[in-house]
């Protein structure tokens, strides 16, 4: 198997840049990412970019936000009381936090320090940005059961096979 397909498992080496040029992300030296196609586990705009592709092709993609972490949702930016945080802390804009809610752990970002009011954005950090990748394909494969046990575990799946997020 030399092309990318739905169900394949695919190696790539990337950076993620954004408009004004700045590095945001960039797989390790000799650490390509890994993944199973058609399970979600990247952005849409670079996943749809991948499909069809070959081992050891090179190409960069521009993704707009809408398919990579989605517009800014003005709903996602809330005010909190400083008593929701810890006392002894100096809240900086930036800062971020994780909160655990019923359906699992949500991380936001400081926006705002006013008196007793914190305005935090729970919108991913990336989203609203444009996002331009360079990727190489290193591996092209078909999955195997250790991969789609990874795939279930990075889920918190059962390996039941109706988890949700995860094909089976």
Do not use: W
Request: with cysteine.
């Amino acid at each position: 198997m030399n092309t990318v397909q739905n169900d394949a498992f695919v190696a790539i080496e990337y950076t993620l840049t954004l408009g004004s040029g700045k590095i945001v992300d960039k797989s390790s030296a000799g650490r390509p990412l890994g993944i199973v196609m058609g399970n979600g586990q990247i952005i849409p705009g670079l996943e749809r970019a991948l499909l069809g592709r070959n081992l050891g092709d090179v190409f960069a993609v521009d993704v707009p936000a809408a398919d990579g972490y989605g517009d800014v949702d003005e709903e996602m930016i809330q005010t909190m009381t400083r008593k929701n945080f810890p006392s002894d802390m100096e809240l900086q804009v930036d800062m971020v936090f994780q909160a655990q809610t019923p359906h699992g752990a949500v991380s936001f970002r400081v926006k705002e320090v006013a008196g007793d009011e914190v305005v935090v954005d729970f919108n991913h950090p990336l989203a609203g940005e444009n996002l331009h990748f360079d990727v190489k394909v290193v591996e092209v494969r078909e999955t195997t059961e250790e991969d789609l046990r990874a795939l279930h575990e990075a889920h918190g799946c059962d390996g039941s096979h109706s988890c949700s997020g995860c094909h089976g």
